[in-house]
């Protein structure tokens, strides 16, 4: 086997308490090149744009490590549900991606990661028109920000499990140009899509590339799955200890699509967790054959 010449964009989601600061040196720590954060904490509706210190030093760090802002990706916190029916969560999810959107520009990063919501019963076609109308009032009052939309699992309403959905959501969009995907392994893996066989990601891309364009994906949610192809659970696992494994993952990795995007790990634990996936992940890579 002979190693690629290519090195990897690779992180994890990093930890902010304590401020934004410390993400970019712990990222060089842990191995990595590339992150993702909260913008806040994620289990509650409030949030406020960084302290200016704190802005400071995180740019000082990103040039000081020579980290490059195209990899990194904030995600939205766990409440927003911009597909919801009901006024008030759509309302407050609305307020709230607004000030995520401006942490983002504060900070320097472009992109920030939403899952598309849930319809709660009320049917796709509600949840959709909300999802647009939602995302054309944040993208009109914060223009630098480009949103990434995930794809998700099919349960409990949920928008966003296949591309056609993701079509229909851009399309409708009054800034399509500014929305991406976020491809997460484990997610579409419990949804259904084979990522550990050649022609299961063949009939993905096929299936992303007629929807909405292999364009479009600009990163990759790389998680193993504790749960069955096509389970619809959503249980992240730590990098070839699930279902997708070490053999899966190096099928997935052989893909050029998917192994040139920034990967992000969202694997169970912490920074020295993190740090041995990323190991893991490096190893996989580099036992891949390299083209002739």
Not at 156 to 181: A, D, H, V
């Amino acid at each position: 086997m002979s190693k690629k010449d290519k090195e990897l964009i690779i992180g994890a989601h990093m930890p902010i308490g304590g401020g934004f600061a410390r993400v970019p040196r712990e990222t060089i720590e842990i191995g990595g090149n590339a992150f993702q954060i909260f913008p806040h904490n994620p289990r509650q509706w409030n949030a406020k744009l960084p302290n200016e210190d704190d802005v400071v030093h995180f740019l000082r760090d990103v040039k000081k490590y020579n980290l490059n802002p195209e990899y990194f990706l904030c995600h939205s916190g766990y409440l927003v549900n911009v597909a919801s029916p009901r006024d008030d969560v759509w309302e407050k999810s609305v307020e709230l991606l607004a000030i995520e959107m401006k942490i983002c520009a504060k900070l320097g990063i472009k992109y920030l990661n939403i899952h598309p919501g849930s319809h709660l019963g009320e049917g796709e076609e509600v949840g959709i028109e909300r999802i647009v109308k939602a995302l054309n009032l944040v993208m009109e009052k914060e223009k630098s920000v480009h949103i990434m939309l995930e794809n998700v699992v099919m349960k409990g309403g949920n928008i966003g499990y296949n591309f056609s959905q993701m079509r229909r959501i851009i399309e409708q969009c009054k800034y399509p140009e500014r929305i991406g995907l976020t491809f997460d392994t484990c997610h579409g893996y419990d949804a259904g899509y084979d990522v550990t066989k050649p022609e299961g990601i063949k009939k993905l891309l096929e299936e992303i590339d007629r929807e909405v364009g292999i364009g479009r994906i600009k990163f990759v949610h790389l998680n193993d799955t504790k749960n069955t192809l096509g389970s619809n659970k959503d249980r992240h696992e730590n990098i070839g200890n699930g279902n997708l494994g070490v053999e899966g993952l190096k099928v997935f990795l052989s893909n050029p699509v998917f192994s040139s995007l920034p990967l992000l790990l969202e694997t169970p634990g912490d920074n020295p967790e993190h740090a041995e996936d990323i190991a893991k992940i490096k190893e996989i890579y580099d036992s891949i054959e390299a083209p002739n």
